[in-house]
């Protein structure tokens, strides 16, 4: 991955991350510049040699792998288990990373979900017993998209 996609996208994941963790809400902004970021990685790989067959299909898989954790996490946010700012994060990550990454990301969010949701109930847990209500009851789910879409993109997943 180019150097500067790769730093433009770990620093909206980063924004993205930190915009949950504080508000609970990732803008759609963050989520439509990474995925913009990501049609820009998969132009760079076609490095001006004009529209082979072979890259263009592995452009469309792709898409297609972002656009299946799309319907995936929106069968969640209809749920409730997920919300529709992580749905859009998560499958710009996919766009911005590319289909071989994405096992990876997936396997290292998860991981960092289930993490992050166990210091939330802590969280909670200690402030009840202290006799106070938690601001933020729900996980933060953008962090973990963070971090694995983090990891995937350094090549440690």
């Not at 915009?19 to 609970?24: T, V």
């Not at 297609?64 to 319907?71: G, Q």
């Not at 969280?123 to 009851?137: E, K, L, N, Y």
Request: net charge positive; proline share 3%; aromatic share 6%.
């Amino acid at each position: 991955m180019e150097s500067a996609v790769m730093i433009s996208g770990l620093a909206v994941l980063m924004t993205a991350a930190t915009s949950d963790i504080r508000f609970r809400r990732i803008p759609n902004r963050l989520s439509i510049v990474l995925a913009a970021i990501g049609i820009v990685r998969i132009g760079l790989t076609w490095g001006g040699s004009g529209a082979d067959g072979a890259l263009a299909l592995d452009a469309l898989f792709d898409m297609l792998a972002a656009l299946a954790l799309f319907l995936g996490g929106a069968l969640l946010f209809a749920m409730g288990l997920f919300g529709g700012g992580d749905v859009k994060l998560l499958a710009a990550t996919a766009v911005w990373l590319g289909r071989s990454a994405v096992p990876g990301m997936l396997v290292a969010t998860a991981i960092a979900g289930g993490a992050i949701a166990l210091v939330m109930l802590a969280w909670i847990a200690i402030a009840r017993q202290r006799g106070r209500s938690p601001a933020h009851t729900s996980v933060p789910y953008g962090a973990a998209i963070a971090l694995g879409g983090t990891l995937a993109a350094v090549g440690i997943v």
